[in-house]
């Protein structure tokens, strides 16, 4: 997952609403979202490579999503797959904050990472290229492949588009968000990040929905719960920019 846009209680309507990109080499193996038949409680999609996934939800309403953190530097060889954190949340039952603190302890077993965790109740922060655990405060937040909210181009203007969504109308439209996910448009040079990769790879980068050759947005999700605990949960897959999948969820979360 490489660009989550989120909105964490906006307003009395909604606890939750998240519009995320996730980009990926397009030969990677990848599952569409479903519930897992291992965990039937996870909606989720899945990375086949690993077995553990970017973004899902639990009928018990846990939440949890991921993104690298972006270090050409950083070595990887012999170190744990990010995926298998959402993977372990997700199924686990404990506090998020427990499970953040715990993750934290053994957070250099992975690759540079962001993780945010827990429920529309609750929402928490972590990064395992920095100190703290951090409690996401409400309003509308972007997280791609720096520390939250570092205002890269395409960050912030993932976040513009999401409140444009939200104050659009009293009802949020999916098709609002999944429609700003697709905004191909490469930032101005002197606005883009340096993170140590060339100048060309910053640029192709830098959009919301990216397609290049061998990599890309292969998934954009879309979580909305309201206010009553109802979740809408829909992904659409693509493969070198061209839609190839559709899935659409609706259920209660459980009461506890």
């Known amino acids: 997952m490489c660009l989550i846009n989120f909105c964490f209680q906006p307003n009395d309507r909604y606890k939750l609403v998240m ?16 519930y897992w038949q291992d965990a039937p409680r996870i909606l989720a ?3 086949l490579e690993k077995m553990g996934t970017w973004l899902g939800v639990t009928t018990s309403g846990r939440i949890a999503a991921l993104t690298n953190f972006r270090d050409p530097s950083e070595k990887i060889e012999g170190k744990r797959s990010r995926g298998e954190i959402i993977r372990s949340f997700l199924a686990d039952s404990q506090p ?18 962001n993780v ?4 529309a109740d609750e929402l928490w922060y972590y990064s395992n290229k920095k100190a703290g655990i951090e409690t996401v405060l409400p309003g509308t937040h972007s997280l ?30 999916p098709e609002c968000l999944f429609s700003f996910l697709q905004d191909d448009e490469w930032a101005l040079d002197e606005a883009l990040p340096k993170t140590g990769v060339p100048l060309e790879w ?39 920019g061209k839609l190839v999948g559709e899935k659409n969820f609706q259920f209660q979360i459980e009461p506890k």
């Open 144 to 173: 791609s492949n720096a520390f939250l909210n570092t205002p890269w181009p395409k960050s912030e203007k993932g976040k513009a588009y999401l409140e444009q969504c939200l104050h659009h109308s009293s009802t949020l439209d």
């Open 96 to 113: 998020p904050e427990i499970f953040m603190t715990q993750l934290q302890q053994q957070s250099n077993q992975y690759p540079g990472f």
């Open 116 to 119: 945010l965790a827990g429920t």
């Open 202 to 240: 910053e640029r192709k980068l830098s959009p919301l929905f990216i397609n290049s050759e061998h990599y890309g947005t292969r998934s954009s999700t879309v979580l909305i719960i309201d206010r009553t605990n109802h979740v809408t949960f829909a992904e659409r897959t693509y493969l070198q």
């Open 45 to 47: 999609g899945r990375d």
């Open 19 to 34: 519009a995320a990109n996730r980009d990926e080499s397009f030969v990677r193996p990848t599952q569409q979202a479903h």
